[in-house]
């Protein structure tokens, strides 16, 4: 299979669903991101050109761990993607190219711009996929593919996790996926949250996680905890610990400790049965 993950930034993948993409490529699947920003506007002190070469080390390196192809669109400045008409071609030429079998991406309600424009850039491109009218130059797919939307906590509309991914076994990997993300989790992230991370790099890695990871923490002491990583994956498990235990039944659901939750989007294919065990039979 061609999965496709469209992000606005560098990072928004990762931290997402790069547990999903792992467990893909590990069955021999072939994985795409697809940052639509350069990374531009993710520092604080560094220039946007310094900053843009800088995430691109940090995104090869991400490749690297994960196996999969790493675009980025270098020349979409941070701050400033748009769900206009040259993008929806510019999206959909993309998309075609490669053609996926499943997308994922943001929804559209978000609270920072580019994830809005890049939920509605994809949103915008699900139906045009198959019309061979717009944008003849790139031949279009015969059907579109799956479209489903990255976890998010805003609730108006409320996502909704029609899918849920037990990552206990890839918890390690999302860590050092966003250990590799130096300048912005112990840098520009931390500058905006007001925290001050430890030098030594197996300190800030310990902080990273903001919890320790070899012992059980209940939902309610997850739910009570606020920083690092490990954290915010097993918030991901104690929010939707009720469609865990629905998959994976009453004893490994509730021992699932880190999760990924994914839901519909009705304009791609349908999320039948069949699509389910296709895609999310994990
Ligand atoms: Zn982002």
Not at 120 to 139: G, M, T
Request: glycine share 4%.
């Amino acid at each position: 299979m061609k999965i496709l993950m469209i992000g606005a930034h560098q990072d928004d993948n990762e931290f997402r669903c790069g547990g999903l993409a792992h467990k893909y490529v590990q069955q021999g699947h072939d994985v795409r991101f697809l940052s639509m920003c350069n990374g531009s506007g993710g520092h604080h002190l560094m220039t946007p050109e310094e900053t843009t070469a800088r995430r691109a080390k940090e995104s090869a390196a991400v490749a690297e761990l994960l196996g999969i192809t790493y675009d980025v669109w270098y020349d979409q400045d941070d701050c400033e993607l748009e769900a206009n008409l040259e993008t929806r071609k510019r999206l959909t030429r993309y998309i075609r190219e490669y053609s996926p079998d499943m997308i994922i991406t943001h929804r559209p309600n978000d609270y920072h711009a580019d994830h809005r424009a890049a939920g509605q850039l994809v949103l915008d491109a699900s139906y045009l996929l198959i019309v061979p009218h717009f944008c003849p130059e790139v031949p279009a797919m015969k059907k579109a593919p799956l479209i489903m939307y990255n976890v998010d906590s805003f609730k108006y509309p409320p996502f909704e996790a029609d899918v849920v991914i037990d990552i206990d076994d890839e918890l390690e990997t999302k860590l050092k996926i966003a250990d590799l993300n130096v300048s912005q989790v112990y840098e520009w992230l931390a500058y905006t949250k007001d925290q001050n991370p430890p030098e030594d790099p197996a300190e800030r890695y310990e902080w990273l996680k903001g919890m320790d990871t070899s012992r059980w923490n209940s939902d309610e002491e997850v739910d009570a905890l606020t920083h690092g990583y490990a954290v915010r994956f097993a918030k991901v498990a104690s929010r939707f610990r009720k469609e865990l235990i629905a998959k994976y039944g009453e004893v490994r659901g509730n021992k699932i400790r880190y999760a990924e939750a994914f839901m519909f989007c009705e304009y791609g294919a349908p999320l039948n049965e069949e699509n389910m065990k296709k895609f999310f039979n994990f």
